[in-house]
Nanobody, 126 residues
Framework: QVQLVESGGGLVQAGGSLRLSCVAS????????MGWFRQAPGKEREFVAA????????YYGDSVQGRFTISRDNAKNTVYLQMVSLKPEDTAVYYC???????????????????WGQGTQVTVSS
């Protein structure tokens, strides 16, 4: 069992930056591939970024490629999402997720993840 707590969301102007953090409970954080997803009102949950257990492998959704960076610090049980050049269409609740897996992969499907945080709101004004 792992609990995830996101932080770092807020209101930012278009073109601005934010860094989201997700802290995980437990001592086996480096067992979990991690991901970030987002959900805007009236829309389905969307994949944003994923990272393997070691952090060596990452993958991004097309809409954020080149603007967002996922990273992790296993010593701090934390995964980050650095977001730059934010656009109004990035407005959503952002969720981090963890999957129990002993491999070097990352995962892009929401239904592949086992644990979810409560989400943090990101609002980008035009």
């Amino acid at each position: 069992q792992v609990q995830l707590v996101e932080s770092g969301g807020g209101l930012v102007q278009a073109g601005g930056s934010l860094r989201l953090s997700c802290v995980a409970s437990g001592r086996t954080f480096n067992t979990y591939p991690m991901g970030w997803f987002r959900q805007a009102p009236g829309k389905e949950r969307e994949f944003v970024a994923a990272i393997s257990r070691s952090g060596d492998n990452t993958y991004y959704g097309d809409s954020v490629q080149g603007r967002f960076t996922i990273s992790r610090d296993n010593a701090k049980n934390t995964v980050y999402l650095q977001m730059v050049s934010l656009k109004p269409e990035d407005t959503a609740v952002y969720y981090c997720a963890a999957k129990w897996a002993h491999n070097t992969y990352y995962y892009v499907g929401a239904n592949e993840y086992d644990y979810w945080g409560q989400g943090t709101q990101v609002t980008v004004s035009s």
